[in-house]
């Protein structure tokens, strides 16, 4: 069982940055793929990035690809998300997600986060 916490989300001008975290409990985090989603308003939800247990290996949608990096810290338990040139489309709520298998499909990810809301306003 693992329990999820994002924190860092905001509002931020276009072309602004922002990092989110995701704190993990429990003692096996470093088997977990983990992965970062997000929902605007009225619309699916849908996949921005993942991270392989070791952090050897990451993957990005093309829409925030060389623009969002993400990264883990196994002995801290957390996965961050380096958000930099935020546009308006970015705006949603971002979810962390972990999983067994290296997928992008939600679906396929057992445990979430509760969210948390990045606004690119000016």
């Known amino acids: 069982q693992v329990q999820l916490v994002e924190s860092g989300g905001g509002l931020v001008q276009p072309g602004g940055s922002l990092t989110l975290s995701c704190a993990a409990s429990?003692?096996?985090?470093?088997?977990?793929?983990m992965g970062w989603f997000r929902q605007a308003p009225g619309k699916e939800r849908e996949f921005v990035c993942r991270?392989?247990?070791?952090?050897?290996?990451?993957d990005y949608t093309d829409s925030v690809n060389g623009r969002f990096t993400i990264s883990r810290d196994n002995a801290k338990n957390t996965v961050y998300l380096q958000m930099n040139n935020l546009q308006p489309e970015d705006t949603a709520i971002y979810y962390c997600?972990?999983?067994?298998?290296?997928?992008?499909?939600?679906?396929?990810?057992?445990?979430w986060g509760q969210g948390t809301q990045v606004t690119v306003s000016s």
């Open positions: 429990g003692r096996t985090f470093s088997r977990y793929i």
């Open positions: 991270i392989s247990g070791s952090g050897i290996s990451t």
């Open positions: 997600a972990a999983s067994n298998r290296w997928i992008r499909g939600d679906k396929g990810y057992d445990y």
